[in-house]
Structure formats: C-alpha cells, structure tokens
C-alpha cells in the first residue's frame, strides 16, 4: 500500500509527515517497550506515526503482546478509562492498537491483519448541536468506530440535527440554535420527501369531523417530522456508546470492553417539547427515580442530555436532543416490567383516525433528569 505524500498531520494538522524508519517507544501501564525499525510517515510536530498496512499490523501485535504481558504481571490492575481533557473522555489513539478494541457499534476487532478501516468518533457530533455550543470543557467522547458505522450514524445524526433543531423553541431565544436551524434547513433534504429541503417540508394535515347532519372539514400545517429510523439509529449509537464507557474495565482488550447489542436495546417513546408532561413519560420518571444512577450528562450548553439508571432488572435511558426531542427507552431482556401498565395517553377518537392534547412540562415538576451519578 502506497503511502500517502506530503499528507498534513492527521492529528495535529501543525506539519507536513515526514518519511523515515525509526523506533519507536511503547509505555502501558508504566512498561515501557520499543518496537525496532519501524518505516511510515511521521509527524515532526506530535510525533504522529501513519503507517501502511504490514507495518501497522506488526506495531499493533507488538504492542497487543506487552498489553497483555503488564495486564498478567499487575496484580492491582487498575481499570483503563482513557484520557480525559477537560470534559472530553478519549479512548481514541492514531495507532488502533491504542485505541478501543472493538467498534463500540457492530463489535468488530479494529486491530490485526482483516481489521476494517476506522475513524475518530465523536459521541456526540460537533455538527449535531448548534454552533459554539460545544466547548473543551463539556462532556464528549472520542472513540474508533468502523469506516461503515461512522458513516451511517453521521447520516442520522444529520437529518435528527437538522429536523430538532428545525423545530426547536430554543430558535427565539438563542441566535446560535436559529443561525444552525436555518442553515440545515436549507441544505439537508428530507428522507420523507424525496428532494425537498427540510425548511419546506412541512405536513399538511386534513382533519375531518363527521356530524348526523352536516361534516366538518379543516386543513393545518404541521412542522417537519422526523424519520423514525434515523431517529432510533442515532439513539442506538448514543447509549451503545455511553454503555461501554460506563461498563468496560480495559478497553484496548477486546476481552473486557463490554458492548451494547442491538437487540438489547429498547426505544419507547419520543416526546417532542410541547409534550413532555405526557402522562407516561412523567410516570416512568417516578418510577425509576429510586435506581441507581450511573450517568447524568448535561452538554453543549444543555442541547445534549442523557441519563441512564440501573436496576437489577434491567437499564432505564432517556435523552434529550436540540431542547425539542426527548427519548426514553430500556436496555434488558423485553418485556421490561416498568414499562407495563402505564396511564393513558387520552387519545380521543375521530372518524377518520384519533386525537390527544399535548402538554408542555412545568419545569418544577421535571423529574427525567434529577439523579445524582452514584460513586
């Protein structure tokens, strides 16, 4: 494999790679190895290597070997959770033998000889959230994601950012969620409707009430919707992510990083702002407020949160995106005994469908995200 010319530091971006054979210098753990002759492109800047494929593959095996070795020799093995800088956790590393080991999303290896190709991931996008809101200091998280997975999240995760901002009653008071909302709007199409911009695709909605004497027929304009699947892709993505993190003891050793399977999670319901005193959702706050709570995220200036609680019958999640969409859903064996017999939602009937009266939430009886992250 050819390597490529003149390439910028992936990393840093501050110099040009430089071609040469070196040494190079492995510590995990306080251990320190070198791996001898090693030939790639390196960056003068950082230190930075990019190798090709044969070279990489030897790195990562030397590397995965004294991983092991210090792993058996310590006796108080401390728990690797990454770096942290400021409020951003890492687990990402330019070598994917120094990263996590498997993608946090399908559960692929990432490192020997049939590893397929991985990026950095961000857990939550910059891009996802309005502009500037994202700073060093509040949570996110890096990780390697294979090549496919990124991809498709990224796909998601524009179209939910594009439609919740869209619609999100943060748009009157802050001109940074305006500013983002009317330019996704204007370049991100709609799934729904093939080749329309997400700012004209509005719902039109017939409503039509029939009486013994005479039938009432009105039309209304309703905001863009969102497309479901795309909507449980990126919530999927989101606590598979936040799982691991919570869960894994090492997570360059494929044996101890734990992964969220697809048919272990749930989504239950969305809630878009105006109705999040609905009734179940308010009484499924109660319900789990005494389960141990073991994340309670609140970034990018409160456009992003999430909560996950533990119980030993299974995972309580909910999130919140953009201020104008809230998720809650389960992670365990279905049925899942606290979503059973909740109270109606109060749908009304109508000839042509049915009907129910959404309410917003009064913010002193918002409970979803009250939980203190036990030690």
Known sequence: MKEPMNMKCPTCGAAKLVRDTRDLAHTDMGEKTIIPNVTGQFCPACDEAVLDGDESARVSAAMQVQIKKTALATDDHQPRQGRKTGGV?????????LSNANCLY???????????QSDKEHLIARNFVPASSMSDTCFNFLFRACRTCNARKANSERHVSSVTLFNSPSR???PRADHSAKRKGANDFSPRKRGVLIQNAHEKLKHEFRYPHMTLTFSSIGPPQLDRGH???????????????????????SQQIRLLPQDQFFLYGTYPHQDWDNPQAIELAQR?????????????????????RRHETGWFWALE???????IGGIGQLPMQIFDELPSERWQPTPTGRMR???SIDTAADLLFDGQVSQ
């Open 321 to 327: 995106w953009n201020k104008q969409l809230r998720l």
């Open 357 to 359: 009266k959404e309410v």
């Open 106 to 116: 399908c559960g692929q290896l990432l490192t020997g000889p049939a590893a397929p």
């Open 89 to 97: 956790i890492s687990w990402y590393h330019g070598n994917p033998a």
């Open 231 to 253: 909507v449980e892709e990126v919530a999927l993505c989101h606590i598979q992510g936040l799982f691991a993190l919570i869960t894994s003891t090492d997570f360059r050793d």
């Open 288 to 308: 789990v407020r005494a389960w141990n709570c073991v994340a309670n995220i609140n970034a990018a200036d409160a456009y992003f949160r999430a909560i996950m």
């Open 172 to 174: 009157t008071l802050d």
